[in-house]
T-cell receptor, first 112, second 114 residues
Framework: KNQVEQSPQSLIILEGKNCTLQCNYTVSPFSNLRWYKQDTGRGPVSLTIMTFSENTKSNGRYTATLDADTKQSSLHITASQLSDSASYICVVSARRDDKIIFGKGTRLHILP | ETGVTQTPRHLVMGMTNKKSLKCEQHLGHNAMYWYKQSAKKPLELMFVYNFKEQTENNSVPSRFSPECPNSSHLFLHLHTLQPEDSALYLC?????????????FGEGSRLTVL
C-alpha cells in the first residue's frame, strides 16, 4: 500500500535555530518527491522537488534530501524565522497510475 | 499569488442548503483538481479533470457534484451536506496529467456545515 509518513507531527523551536523534518514513504514505483509549505489559512506551495537520481536540493534556507534506497527524505530548515511557522507536507508521486500520495504534514511553530 | 483563485474563502451552510464553490486558474493549465483537507488527515483527492473531462472520482458522495465548463474554471456544487463535510476544500491545477508536474493550489474555501 502506498503511504507517506511524516515525523514529528508537530515541532516547536526558537527563532534562529535549525530543524529537520522527516518523511518516510512506501510508494512504488517511485517517480518524485515534493515538499510543500502550507501557511495557516492558505493553500500549499511547493518548496522542492526531487527525482530518483537526486539526493539533495536547496531552496534558500530550505534543504531537502532524498535516500531512494531507504525511501526516506528530510527537510532541513536553517536559521529559522517566524515566517517559517507553517505545516510542511511531503508528497510522493507514483510512476504507475499517476497517483499522488500526501503525508499528514508536520506543524512547525517558531517562537521569538 | 499562485494563479489559482477560489471563492468564497469562507462558507457556512445548513444541511439543507445548496451552495457552490468556484475555482479559476490563470496559468494555462489543463488539469484541475478538488481536494478535501480535514484536521490531522492527509489531503484527500476528490475529483480530477483533464481537458474538461472528469478522469477521477474517488468514491465521493453524490452530495458533492463537480462541474468543469472549461479548462480554466472548476466548480463544486454542494447539496444536503453533513457536519462531517466541514473542512478546507482546496482547488489545484497542473500541466496536463503528468505526475511530475507541480500542483498549484488556491487559498482554499473553508466550509462549515451546521
Amino acid at each position: 500500500k502506498n503511504q507517506v509518513e511524516q515525523s514529528p507531527q508537530s515541532l516547536i523551536i526558537l527563532e534562529g535555530k535549525n530543524c529537520t523534518l522527516q518523511c518516510n514513504y512506501t510508494v512504488s514505483p517511485f517517480s518524485n518527491l515534493r515538499w510543500y509549505k502550507q501557511d495557516t489559512g492558505r493553500g500549499p506551495v511547493s518548496l522542492t522537488i526531487m527525482t530518483f537520481s537526486e539526493n539533495t536540493k536547496s531552496n534558500g534556507r530550505y534543504t531537502a534530501t532524498l535516500d531512494a534506497d531507504t525511501k526516506q527524505s528530510s527537510l532541513h530548515i536553517t536559521a529559522s524565522q517566524l515566517s517559517d511557522s507553517a505545516s510542511y507536507i511531503c508528497v510522493v508521486s507514483a510512476r504507475r497510475d499517476d497517483k499522488i500520495i500526501f503525508g499528514k504534514g508536520t506543524r512547525l511553530h517558531i517562537l521569538p | 499569488e499562485t494563479g489559482v483563485t477560489q471563492t468564497p474563502r469562507h462558507l457556512v451552510m445548513g444541511m439543507t442548503n445548496k451552495k457552490s464553490l468556484k475555482c479559476e486558474q490563470h496559468l494555462g493549465h489543463n488539469a484541475m483538481y478538488w481536494y478535501k483537507q480535514s484536521a490531522k488527515k492527509p489531503l484527500e483527492l476528490m475529483f480530477v479533470y483533464n481537458f474538461k473531462e472528469q478522469t477521477e472520482n474517488n468514491s465521493v458522495p453524490s452530495r458533492f457534484s463537480p462541474e468543469c465548463p472549461n479548462s480554466s474554471h472548476l466548480f463544486l456544487h454542494l447539496h444536503t451536506l453533513q457536519p462531517e463535510d466541514s473542512a478546507l476544500y482546496l482547488c489545484a491545477s497542473s500541466q496536463a496529467n503528468s505526475n511530475t508536474g507541480e500542483l498549484f493550489f488556491g487559498e482554499g474555501s473553508r466550509l462549515t456545515v451546521l
